[in-house]
Structures are given as C-alpha cells and as structure tokens.
C-alpha cells in the first residue's frame, strides 16, 4: 500500500501521523510520502525519522474577520495544486490528514483526485482543518467518543490515537541514571506538551527549591523555545540534583515508562500516551487553544478518576506542590493508575490500519 500522510505544526498532530507510518511500514510492501510545511516541527522530526518528507507553502485561518484570510485562501489554492503535483508523483493508494492547517489543501487535493481519504482527530473537539475536510472524506477516525457529534456519523469511527500503541510496543528503555537522577525514586516528569507552557514554567521556577527535601525526584521540559532562560534562572536559584531539566525530549516513550506520574498539559497525543501506559496524571490544560478543547480532553480523563485537574487560573507553587505530593499516596495513585489504563486504546493503530485497508479494497 502506498501511503500518503499529512499534519504538522506541533508534535501533537506530527507523532500520531509518525506512529502510524512505523505501524504500517512492519510490512515491507508499504512505501510512504509525508508532506508537511517547510517551517513547522514536521520540517526536522519528519526527515530525522527517515521517511520521504516534501513541503507546501500555507498558513492558518483566522477567525476574525482579515485581510490576511484573502491571502490565505490564495495560499491555500496554490497549495493545493502543489500537492496534486506531489500526488501525480507519488500516486498513493490512500492519504492520510492528522490535523494541522497542512493538511488542509493535502487531504482535500487527493478527494478531489478520488483518491481514498481519512483523517485522524486526536481531540475531544475537532479543529477548523477537519471539521473542513470531513465533508470530502471518505472516513473519520477520532480518539475521544465525545467527537464524533462533530462529525457526519456515517463515515465517523472511534480508533484512539496510533502514538498510544507505539508507546505501549516494546522497545528501547532508558536508565534515569542517563539523565542524572535515581534509578530508585520515585519520579514525576513535568512538560507543557511539544512546545513547552510558560505559565507552567513559571510555577515550577517558583516552587522548586521547595522540592529538594522531597523524596521524589523531578524530569523537567522547558521546551525549546524557554530553555535558556529557565536554565540560567534555575542557576541563580543553586538547584540541587532532585531535578533534570531539559529543552526537549526525542524519546518520549522510552522516557514515560520510567515515571510514575506525569504534569502536563492536555493536549490529545499525550494524553493518549499517559493513559496508554497507565499513568496517572495531573493536567494543566491550555485555555489558549480552540474552543477550550484541551479542557474537554483532560475533563474526560479526570471524570473517569485517571487525572487531576489543575486549571491554570488556580496553577501557582502550593497548588503544583500539593498536587504532586499526591505521588507518595499509593491508595490514591492505584487507583489513578487503574483509571488511567482502562481509558488508554493501545489497539489504535491496529484498528486505524485495518481501515485503511478497507478503503483500498475495490468496491468500497
Ligand atoms: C497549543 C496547541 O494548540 N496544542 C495542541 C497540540 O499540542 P501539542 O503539540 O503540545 O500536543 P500533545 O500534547 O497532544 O502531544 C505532544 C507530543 O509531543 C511529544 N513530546 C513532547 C515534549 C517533548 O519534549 N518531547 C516529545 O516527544 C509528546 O510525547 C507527544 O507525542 O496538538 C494537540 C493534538 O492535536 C492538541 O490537543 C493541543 O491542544
């Protein structure tokens, strides 16, 4: 099967698309093309994971009304004619769109060629992308159950997220003595999603000499983008050894098997990540993002009894600490574990190829 896939922007939409394309490639007979955008994430993560990367050139709508949206109507149409040239090249027997403003003219070009489609919803409330696109698809595979009135339901089937089952897949394990820390303690890891959260940076710099008599350990994840400044200020304030701070992790699922609670954002793909390993978690959702959908996804995690919530208007040192000293109550975080594992869909991918190849089968 020649695969096509498209999505970028942030590692939420680029790990799933990466997740499926390693799935699918166990079998020698399928060959893949990925097109993202030249600047975003995909741009290095895409051709670093050794798979045949092209670019096209498009930005993303505003919901205001502009002038900038003229331009990106235009953007788009010119994109569009990029990638059917790629398509023209490539000729894939189905694409696949995993969200991101890339994949808009991607996924649109090969429906409008009647090439088989898909895309791929990772949240509990779709972006403008898919909700676009799902009037062109021939499917729509959604992680959270609560997505699908978003979408029309004939076509609409419930798969979970690819990044849950290539987390869960044996493979490469890390030593915590490999970042500096303990193999013994017990160890959060902290990460404000792909690109890192201010806000939870600012807390954690707040909070975290009071750390150092814990009998917890900490892995921090600035992102990229906030390292430096993070760095230097965790130098003035003499930091000891209880905490490793990184920019950024390229192993993130050899890295989560080895903590025992994670505090982060709720974007999709982690959470599919953390309740695929069983993880209990506490969740600081961005409210920055579209219709507040990182709210609805921790919300379905913490309604189970997986997660906690810490909404950022109510994030500071004492709250962060107070929930993370959660980790040295075993009742409680058993039961979050439990929870946890039991919303995890570590079959995704799975599921999401057997759907795939029912879409090349003729007839279909
Ligand atoms: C601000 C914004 O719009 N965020 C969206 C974006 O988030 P974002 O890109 O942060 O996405 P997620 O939190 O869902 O996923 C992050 C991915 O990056 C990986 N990772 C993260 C940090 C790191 O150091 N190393 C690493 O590999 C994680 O393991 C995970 O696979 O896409 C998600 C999935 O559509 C949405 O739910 C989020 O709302």
Redesign the pocket.
């Known amino acids: 099967m020649k695969v096509l896939v498209s999505g970028g922007g ?4 680029i ?1 799933p698309a990466l997740a499926l394309v390693r799935h699918l490639a166990e079998d020698d007979n399928n060959s893949f093309l990925y097109i993202g955008t030249e600047k975003g994430l995909e741009a290095t993560i895409v051709p670093k994971a050794g798979i045949p990367f092209k670019s096209v050139h498009i930005t993303g709508f505003r919901r205001k009304i502009s002038f900038e949206n003229v331009k990106t109507v235009l953007r788009f149409l010119k994109a569009v004619k990029k990638a059917k040239k790629y398509i023209k090249e490539f000729q894939p027997d189905v694409v696949v769109g995993t ?1 991101g403003y890339v994949c808009g003219p991607v996924v649109y070009a090969a429906a409008k060629a009647n090439i088989p489609t898909l895309i791929h919803e ?2 509990s409330v779709p ?1 403008l992308t898919n909700k676009f696109l799902s009037k062109y698809v021939d499917k729509v595979a959604i992680s959270f159950e609560d997505a699908a009135e978003y979408f029309p339901e004939n076509k609409t089937v419930l798969t979970g997220n690819p ?1 849950a089952s290539e987390v869960t897949a044996p493979g490469d394990t890390v030593s915590l003595k490999d970042f500096g820390l303990s193999d013994d303690k017990q160890t959060i890891l902290i ?1 404000g ?3 890192g959260a201010k806000p939870i940076n600012e807390a954690v710099l707040e909070a975290v000499t009071s750390w150092e008599d814990k009998p917890y350990q900490v892995v921090y ?1 600035t992102g990229e983008v906030h390292f430096d400044s993070i760095k230097s200020a965790l130098e003035n304030l003499k930091v000891g050894n209880h905490i490793v701070t ?1 920019p ?3 192993d ?1 699922p050899s890295l989560l098997k080895k903590v025992d609670m994670v505090i ?8 599919a ?1 953390i309740t695929a390993l069983g993880l209990p978690s506490i969740l600081v959702p ?1 409210p ?2 579209t219709n507040n ?2 709210f609805k ?1 921790a919300k379905s995690l913490v309604d189970k009894g997986a997660a906690i919530l810490l909404e950022e208007k109510e994030l500071n040192a004492a709250s962060l600490t107070e929930k993370m000293d959660i980790v040295q109550d075993p009742e409680k975080l058993g039961a979050m574990k439990n929870a946890s594992l039991n919303t995890g869909k570590p079959e995704a991918a799975d599921l999401l190829e057997k759907e795939l190849i029912s879409l090349t089968l003729p007839n279909n």
């Open positions: 942030t590692g939420g939409h790990y969200g990772q949240n972006g990044r990460v999603g792909s690109r994840v990184l950024y992790v390229e993130m982060a954002r709720a974007g999709a793909t982690s959470l990540e961005s920055y993002v959908h990182q996804n």
